[in-house]
């Protein structure tokens, strides 16, 4: 009760400082901004790769934010918390410093920008880490174009001082979409990941581990109707293991994705085939990998699966997203069909407004 209690106390303290520093006459750049969600998420897995399990939760990260026309500074805490358990899952602090260095391009040091997943696709980014880690810490660099948009970041996931039981750990990623046009025409999307497990003062004797993930995503979309837009796309994803020393079971591999979407209103459908050949995704879902999270001597260097995915998302007030999906993923080798749902309510905007 009283883990329970202490974000209440923190949440009601950052709301008498905010109205507080609002009755000043120059706080006119002060808000408090609120970032939350909740979720039910549920894995009917039954393979030999992966078992299911459930997540129902809430997370809420609320932050004093002062913001100019060139930088801004936020600094706040995150709690995350799952349904049933004695205590909070998580209460760690945030804290973000943006700079705007030109018109197109924004420096971010601490707590990064990354409620969208970077943009990621499922065999790189597991939805679930969008609620269930927490947040990311590092520097991240974001473009936004006419034509394309990109995010280069590092994640620092695991600090370490002489002494310490374990790893240090982060990831350095890179994203890059482009679209000429917005609903049809010829895209693009360009991933690149880096793992990196080590550190030149571990004590743990561990060896040193560097994986990495690229993937190219070229897509042409076309609109016969005026609500109704289809989408094809053939993903190519990448993995090598460019540790030191040999640390995992495949050196390396490869998967092929196409897929075709149907986007409708606030609907999308999309049905694919999974191919893949030695391909380990350390972010990634694991259905899309050969590794098994069970026991190795259920890993598959070759994997082929049908997937299929239906998604409601809509956005209300501004503020408010509603998303609900169901997944399935058909393994062809097995002959096992599994599947998961997931329904979230994300509230991002400002309880006071930043003027």
Same mark, same amino acid.
């Given at each position: ?61 609320? @932050? ?236 598959? @260097? ?54």
């Amino acid at each position: 009760m009283k883990s329970i209690m202490l974000p209440i106390a923190l949440i009601s303290t950052f709301i008498a400082i905010v109205y507080k520093s609002n009755a000043q006459p120059d706080s006119s750049g002060v808000g408090l901004y609120l970032l939350g969600q909740s979720f039910f998420d549920n894995k009917e897995f039954t393979g030999n790769i992966k078992k299911g399990y459930t997540h129902p939760g809430f997370y809420i990260q609320p @932050a004093i934010k002062f913001k100019t026309e060139q930088y801004s500074i936020a600094a706040g805490f995150h709690t995350l918390y799952l349904a049933g358990a004695d205590s909070l899952e998580r209460l760690v602090p945030v804290f973000s410093a943006s700079l705007q260095l030109n018109s197109r391009v924004t420096l971010i040091v601490g707590t990064l920008e990354s409620k969208n997943g970077h943009w990621l696709p499922e065999p790189l980014f597991k939805p679930e880490r969008l609620f269930l880690n927490q947040p990311e810490t590092g520097v991240q660099f974001l473009y936004r174009g006419t034509e394309s948009k990109a995010d280069l970041w590092i994640n620092w996931e695991r600090y370490i001082k002489t002494g310490s039981p374990f790893q240090e750990e982060f990831t350095v990623g890179f994203t890059h979409l482009y679209h000429r046009n917005k609903n049809t025409g010829f895209s693009n999307a360009f991933h690149a990941m880096a793992f990196h497990h080590g550190g030149q003062i571990d004590s743990t004797n561990l060896p040193v581990q560097t994986h990495i993930n690229l993937g190219v995503i070229p897509a042409y979309s076309f609109q016969p109707l005026a609500k109704t837009r289809f989408e094809f796309s053939s993903s190519l994803y990448y993995y090598k293991n460019l540790s030191p020393s040999f640390t995992s079971y495949y050196s390396s591999g490869f998967g092929l994705h196409p897929q075709l979407r149907a986007y409708h209103n606030s609907t999308t459908i999309d049905i694919g085939y999974w191919y893949s050949d030695g391909f380990i995704n350390p972010r990634g879902e694991e259905l899309f990998g050969s590794i098994s999270t069970i026991n190795p001597t259920f890993n598959q @260097a070759v994997r082929t699966m049908g997937t299929f995915s239906i998604e409601f998302q809509k956005v209300f007030r501004e503020s408010l997203l509603l998303n609900a999906n169901f997944k399935a993923y058909y393994d062809f080798k097995s002959g096992l069909l599994e599947y998961s749902y997931t329904l979230r309510l994300m509230f991002d905007g400002k309880l006071t407004r930043v003027k």
